[in-house]
């Protein structure tokens, strides 16, 4: 059984910056294809982004491709997730998870374990 915790989040001002950890225990996270998702009050949870086992191949949701990259350190079993311009439609709670296998998906529903969350606010 895995567990996940985020941190690192907090309040900003737009165009700032953070960078999100996830950290893991009671497995090794690099069988795990992991994946960043966020929900802001009202809305459904959404996908963000997601890496393979090996930090070769990230995959991004449009709205934040070219200002959040995920990596990860299978060493230290932490993904990170760094966030750059960060604008208000930001605001959300950051969550991380889990899957086994290669394939990754933007379904929350397709992912196995997943972490408490942690609170990003932007203001303008």
């Known amino acids: 059984q895995v567990q996940l915790v985020e941190s690192g989040g907090g309040l900003v001002q737009a165009g700032g910056s953070l960078r999100l950890s996830c950290a893991a225990s009671g497995g090794t996270l690099s069988s795990y294809t992991m994946g960043w998702f966020r929900q802001a009050p009202g809305k459904e949870r959404e996908f963000v982004a997601a890496i393979n086992w090996s930090g070769e191949r990230t995959y991004y949701a449009d709205s934040v491709k070219g200002r959040f990259t995920i990596s990860r350190d299978n060493a230290k079993n932490t993904v990170y997730l760094q966030i750059n311009s960060l604008k208000p439609e930001d605001t959300a709670v950051y969550y991380c998870?889990?899957?086994?296998?290669?394939?990754?998906?933007?379904?929350?529903?397709?992912?196995?374990?997943w972490g408490q969350g942690t609170q990003v606010t932007v203001s303008s």
């Open positions: 998870a889990a899957r086994g296998g290669s394939v990754y998906y933007i379904q929350p529903y397709k992912y196995d374990y």
